[in-house]
């Protein structure tokens, strides 16, 4: 079974930058697409972008296109949220996920993931 640990959350002020990272343990790690998600209060958990785990082809909302950029390194089973340009709007739990479903990717949405890290907190405030 999988396991996921995010990590690289924080406090940043608006325009800032900030690197999540997830790493992907246990046996076996049989997901085919990755994501991260974010949920912030009295709202829905919303996907934010995923990665094919097999040729890299990703997926953003269009509210973060052109400033985050996923990425993976599948040597470290490790996927990655690079966020610049963070704005108050950006401030959620972020969690990373993982599906079978080897077009899960193009959906990024909640229902198609089945496992799921504690999530990591990002505050962007000045």
């Known amino acids: 079974q999988v396991q996921l640990v995010e990590s690289g959350g924080g406090l940043v002020q608006p325009g800032g930058s900030l690197r999540l990272s997830c790493a992907a343990s246990?046996?076996?790690?049989?997901?085919?697409?990755i994501g991260w998600f974010r949920q912030a209060p009295g709202k829905e958990r919303e996907g934010v972008s995923c990665?094919?785990?097999?040729?890299?082809?990703?997926y953003y909302r269009d509210s973060v296109k052109g400033r985050f950029t996923i990425s993976r390194d599948n040597a470290k089973n490790t996927v990655y949220l690079q966020m610049n340009s963070l704005k108050p709007e950006d401030m959620a739990v972020y969690y990373c996920?993982?599906?079978?479903?080897?077009?899960?990717?193009?959906?990024?949405?909640?229902?198609?993931?089945?496992?799921w890290g504690q999530g990591t907190q990002v505050t962007v405030s000045s």
């Open positions: 990665i094919s785990r097999r040729d890299g082809t990703t």
């Open positions: 246990g046996f076996p790690l049989d997901y085919n697409a």
């Open positions: 996920a993982t599906s079978k479903n080897p077009v899960a990717f193009r959906i990024c949405d909640r229902p198609f993931f089945e496992t």
